[in-house]
């Protein structure tokens, strides 16, 4: 489902990325880890178009990302890639409602379907009753749920998630624990997970060990 080959990644004379080979199944739940600095986050963001290699290949669901432009590029995000971050990013104007449905409202579905939708995923992850609560109303485990629910609107491909409970108490970040689990479970749903949380990464169906640019452990 995602073939990544060869990829590199330097900022200036500093080699981020020293050629990572990664293959990922439809259903697989993936953990990445490894100290600061060993290339995490810039690969979960390759592998997310949020950034580009500087060479090598990235597939995702049979679609060549490489040659793509940045508008096709976007396009294919929206529809295929979900993100959840340590820190929610959850837009503060916003009801808990309505930050769900932002991914979908960006491809044009306004309708009842995606409120419904949106809800149902409220629902699923116990937040009933929350809908119209903006994120400073939410505790920090709510608005983490409620970041996974809009990850998972547009029925993405995969999930990518930075560092997801690195800002929750250990209560919220076993119930996500559950979550992802339970998702993968429920839906087959692919995620690919940066952490530093040896029990969210040993949960894991694989997880790969970075240092220094490479994947140790395939």
Same mark, same amino acid.
């Given at each position: 489902m995602?073939r990544?080959?060869?990829?590199?990644?330097s900022?200036?004379?500093?080699e981020?990325?020293k050629?990572?080979?990664?293959?990922?199944?439809?259903? =697989?739940?993936v953990?990445?880890?490894?100290?600061? %600095?060993a290339?995490?986050? #810039?690969?979960?963001?390759?592998?997310?178009?949020?950034?580009?290699a500087?060479s %090598?290949?990235?597939v995702?669901?049979?679609?060549?990302l490489?040659?793509?432009?940045?508008k096709e590029?976007?396009? *294919?995000?929206n /529809?295929?890639?979900?993100?959840?971050?340590?820190?929610?990013h959850?837009l503060?104007e916003?009801?808990?409602?309505?930050?769900v449905?932002?991914?979908?409202?960006?491809?044009?579905?306004? %309708?009842n379907?995606t409120?419904?939708?949106?809800?149902e995923?409220?629902?699923? *992850?116990?937040?009933?009753g929350?809908?119209?609560?903006?994120?400073?109303q939410?505790?920090?485990?709510?608005?983490?749920?409620?970041?996974?629910a809009?990850?998972?609107?547009?029925?993405p491909s @995969?999930v990518?998630?930075? =560092?997801?409970t690195g800002?929750?108490?250990? /209560?919220?970040? =076993? #119930?996500?624990? =559950?979550?992802?689990?339970?998702?993968?479970k429920?839906?087959r749903q692919?995620? @690919?997970?940066?952490?530093h949380?040896?029990?969210?990464?040993?949960?894991?169906?694989?997880?790969?060990?970075m240092?220094?640019?490479h994947?140790l452990?395939?």
């Amino acid at each position: 489902m995602i073939r990544a080959e060869k990829l590199t990644k330097s900022y200036g004379e500093i080699e981020v990325l020293k050629g990572i080979d990664l293959h990922i199944q439809q259903g =697989e739940i993936v953990s990445i880890t490894g100290k600061s %600095g060993a290339g995490k986050s #810039t690969l979960l963001h390759i592998l997310g178009t949020l950034d580009r290699a500087d060479s %090598g290949s990235l597939v995702i669901q049979n679609q060549p990302l490489q040659s793509m432009k940045e508008k096709e590029l976007a396009k *294919f995000r929206n /529809a295929h890639i979900g993100f959840v971050f340590q820190f929610h990013h959850l837009l503060q104007e916003f009801t808990a409602l309505e930050n769900v449905c932002i991914p979908a409202y960006i491809q044009g579905k306004y %309708g009842n379907d995606t409120v419904k939708r949106a809800s149902e995923l409220l629902s699923y *992850f116990g937040l009933e009753g929350r809908e119209q609560h903006k994120p400073s109303q939410l505790s920090g485990g709510e608005a983490q749920r409620v970041a996974v629910a809009r990850a998972l609107i547009n029925q993405p491909s @995969v999930v990518l998630a930075d =560092e997801p409970t690195g800002n929750l108490d250990k /209560a919220s970040s =076993e #119930t996500l624990h =559950e979550l992802f689990l339970q998702l993968r479970k429920d839906f087959r749903q692919t995620f @690919v997970i940066v952490t530093h949380n040896p029990e969210l990464a040993l949960l894991a169906d694989r997880n790969l060990h970075m240092e220094d640019g490479h994947i140790l452990q395939p």
